[in-house]
């Protein structure tokens, strides 16, 4: 390698580590735009799909019933009639948007068996959660910016599969919000452990671990995503620095 490559490339090494982490998830998500948009929008989708489809395994009706609530009515009559703030905010994040659900009609009017709900601020945190994972499809999709050899990609690559996994499961426990009438408890994810077979009085104890395990699964892909950048840019600065060893014009 003549002494001009060897100085372009240890140029480029420089500027490769002068960037900040931020600025190549960024650079990533922007070359990957579609993968991250997909999966950012069709994971609350598919997660929800799930969800049905476990209620109707489960129990072995198909929902029979969709209600659409007026979330915005709902908020202001809250605001309107609530004296504290304090008060308000927990009954606001209570509000419905939409509710799936099996009706038995062998009761009068009917009562509702098991339902499926759709509320705003879930919907939004399993939103934040697939954009998350989104940035790590990125990232992975977008190895080839971070060199490395492909031994090195795949183990990235397989890293990083694992901990998005174990990280979108954790941290998506607090967008469930099933409803069961057997519980007699307010949707949340317990229900879901109930219904998997567990008992409820035990569901219910572990009600208060939801949100450290969910903290842990949005830790676990934050760190996932930053140990895939960092990695690319020892990779980077490891074969850079070889390449930069003496060798006659």
Known sequence: MSVLAAHHVGSGVSTHRGESAIRIMRAAIGRQRTLFLSVTLGFPVCFYLILLAVMVVRFGDLPNYVTAYNWFSGVARIVASTGSPSDMLPIILNEWLLEFGYMNYAYGHGVSEWSLLIIPHKLAVLTAIGALIGLNFALVADQRTLSGTTFQQSLRSVRCGLMTSIGA???????????????????????????????????????????????????????????????????????????KEPAPC
């Open 169 to 243: 499961m954790c941290a998506s426990l607090v967008g469930i919000a099933l409803f069961w009438v057997v519980c007699h408890s307010s949707p949340s994810w317990v229900v879901s452990l109930a219904i998997l077979g567990v008992e409820v009085s035990t569901s219910l104890a572990l009600e208060p671990v939801g949100p450290v395990v969910s903290l842990t699964g949005v830790a676990m892909l934050v760190l996932s995503a930053w140990l895939t950048v960092r990695d690319g840019r020892i990779s980077t600065e490891s074969s850079a620095n070889w390449q």
